[in-house]
């Protein structure tokens, strides 16, 4: 999906399937006078979505969303990449990423999302309470985290970590086999079985339990 949201309405039509249903009218007043491309993708492991200036003469601005994500959880990555864009524009790259400056930005234009009408009721008391103190990331609000992925389509056979009971064993995505241990501040402290070196993992953390 390579459009301007500037120019194309057409692309507005195409991102509506993705998004909660009546969201889609809100998004022209946050991008007008930005020339933006916006790309779907195909899944990405290590991040829901990103931005990134462009310097070419068809646009200044590219984000990107993967397309696995359930409606609620590409709107908040989308309202996430188009505050950074925000932030780019006014302060180029004298802030940093997740600073002062893009919490405003980014909790200032989530705002009109956050109704009853568009999200279901433990996704908008999740939002909520993120707007309040925003995080880098939907994963680290723990709250918010868990909201977003109920809606998920069935995840084939992966639990959160945070639900596996101590003293378990589970397959980590590359294949190597751990040991759940005990939390220690934020993260779960966890054994690789084979070398036996020490990993922490966050609680959101998809795994497949494993068993002897």
């Not at 949201?5 to 998004?19: G, I, M, N, W």
């Not at 006078?33 to 931005?51: E, H, M, Q, T, W």
């Not at 893009?102 to 989530?110: D, F, Q």
Request: hydrophobic residues 35%; proline residues 7%; contains cysteine.
């Amino acid at each position: 999906m390579n459009n301007t949201l500037k120019d194309d309405k057409t692309l507005y039509a195409a991102l509506e399937r993705f998004l909660p249903a009546g969201t889609s009218p809100l998004l022209p007043p946050l991008l007008e006078g930005y020339s933006a491309l916006i790309k779907v993708k195909a899944a990405r492991k290590s991040k829901f979505g990103d931005y990134r200036p462009l310097r070419n003469k068809k646009h200044d601005h590219q984000i990107t969303i993967n397309n696995d994500l359930n409606p609620y959880a590409f709107l908040v990555t989308l309202i996430h990449e188009i505050a950074h864009m925000y932030v780019y524009t006014r302060y180029k790259n004298r802030v940093k990423p997740h600073g002062p400056e893009w919490k405003n930005i980014y909790s200032e234009i989530l705002e009109p999302f956050i109704d009853t009408d568009y999200l279901p009721n433990d996704v908008f008391e999740s939002l909520l309470e993120h707007i309040n103190s925003p995080t880098a990331s939907s994963c680290s609000d723990h709250s918010l985290f868990k909201a977003l992925k109920k809606y998920n389509p069935e995840s084939n056979g992966l639990m959160t970590l945070e639900s596996l009971p101590f003293g378990s064993r589970f397959k980590w995505r590359n294949g190597q086999v751990f040991l759940k241990e005990e939390k220690i501040r934020k993260r779960f402290r966890c054994i690789e079985l084979k070398s036996k070196r020490v990993w922490f993992f966050h609680p959101m953390a998809e795994i497949e339990k494993f068993d002897i």
